[in-house]
């Protein structure tokens, strides 16, 4: 299995847990090996629901304007 493969895998047991939950999911709401695998192929837990289109990335501008202040 390619690495492709892998982290449409990783993905789609994301969709999936919203699907069943009716929310986004939190790393709880999975089993040790799972939450390990989304991590280990998508990142960290915000950028993952991000690759699995459940959460939309923040802005740089919005990151920037928290430093300055």
Not at 34 to 39: D, L, M, Q, Y
Request: no cysteine; aromatic share 6%.
């Amino acid at each position: 299995m390619t690495t492709d493969e892998k982290k449409s895998l990783a993905e789609e047991l994301l969709r999936q847990k919203y699907k069943e939950l009716g929310r986004i999911p939190r790393k709880d709401d999975f089993d040790e090996p799972e939450k390990s695998r989304i991590k280990a192929f998508l990142g960290p837990w915000p950028r993952a629901l991000e690759a699995a289109g459940l959460k939309q990335a923040k802005s740089k501008s919005a990151k920037s304007k928290k430093k300055r202040k």
